[in-house]
Nanobody, 124 residues
Framework: VQLQASGGGLVQAWGSLRLSCAAS????????VGWFRQAPGKERDFVAA????????DYADSVKGRFTISRDNAKNTVYLQMNSLKPEDTAVYYC??????????????????WGQGTQVTVSS
């Protein structure tokens, strides 16, 4: 499977962006998909994850109430709606998935398939 992340850009504080993660080569319908982010000089951190049906989601505390993860299995795509953006949200955002069906993971180390990343920059 290949993942393609898109939708990043430059936005002012309190603005919004919607990221997309499109998959090819394999259906995502049976797999958890997560969004992670990596700021310069820092590790890749968990942001949000969504289960294969979309019925279960989880968020990092820092984005709860501001970000919403969703998926459209018919389009083989997962989204991350980001509202009320803050300068500290600036990072490269990656989507990832796993090899095991029907398993829900939030740790970076559990993900083995990654997209190329999309830059999100929030100005103050």
């Amino acid at each position: 499977v290949q993942l393609q992340a898109s939708g990043g850009g430059l936005v002012q504080a309190w603005g919004s962006l919607r990221l997309s993660c499109a998959a090819s080569g394999r259906t995502l319908s049976y797999y958890v998909v997560g969004w992670f982010r990596q700021a310069p000089g820092k590790e890749r951190d968990f942001v949000a994850a969504i289960s294969w049906t979309g019925s279960v989601t989880d968020y990092a505390d820092s984005v709860k109430g501001r970000f919403t993860i969703s998926r459209d299995n018919a389009k083989n795509t997962v989204y991350l709606q980001m509202n009320s953006l803050k300068p500290e949200d600036t990072a490269v955002y990656y989507c990832g998935t796993v090899q095991e069906r029907y398993r829900f993971y939030t740790r970076t180390s559990d993900y083995s398939v990654w997209g190329q990343g999309t830059q999100v920059t929030v100005s103050s």
